[in-house]
């Protein structure tokens, strides 16, 4: 079973830094492809990154490409979202969640949600 864990949200200046990860207390993270999307005030769900089971392949939004870097960690069953040159646009909270089919990029291929960690981007 999957149990996803998000957590390293937090408040930061436009321009700086920060690393969210995902812990999975479950056994068959190494299987799973797996994914961050996010959810701003008033605003739809949307895809942010994924990773396949072994880090060879990621997916990422137009809108963090070459800003955010997704990777992960199986012996420790944990997926990390290293997010540079942050923008108050950023702001929304952070989701993981394991990939279950259909479009890597559309939220709704996605099951077993973490309960979000929240970013806030100051400008």
């Known amino acids: 079973q999957v149990q996803l864990v998000e957590s390293g949200g937090g408040l930061v200046q436009a321009g700086g830094s920060l690393r969210l990860s995902c812990a999975d207390s479950?056994?068959?993270?190494?299987?799973?492809?797996i994914g961050w999307s996010r959810q701003a005030p008033g605003k739809e769900r949307e895809f942010v990154a994924a990773?396949?089971?072994?880090?060879?392949?990621?997916y990422y939004a137009d809108s963090v490409k070459a800003r955010f870097t997704i990777s992960r960690d199986n012996a420790k069953n944990t997926m990390y979202l290293q997010m540079n040159s942050l923008k108050p646009e950023d702001t929304a909270v952070y989701y993981c969640?394991?990939?279950?089919?259909?479009?890597?990029?559309?939220?709704?291929?996605?099951?077993?949600w973490g309960q979000g960690t929240q970013v806030t981007v100051s400008s």
């Open positions: 969640a394991a990939f279950t089919g259909g479009d890597v990029s559309h939220t709704n291929s996605y099951a077993n």
């Open positions: 479950g056994r068959t993270f190494s299987s799973l492809i």
């Open positions: 990773i396949i089971w072994n880090g060879a392949r990621t």
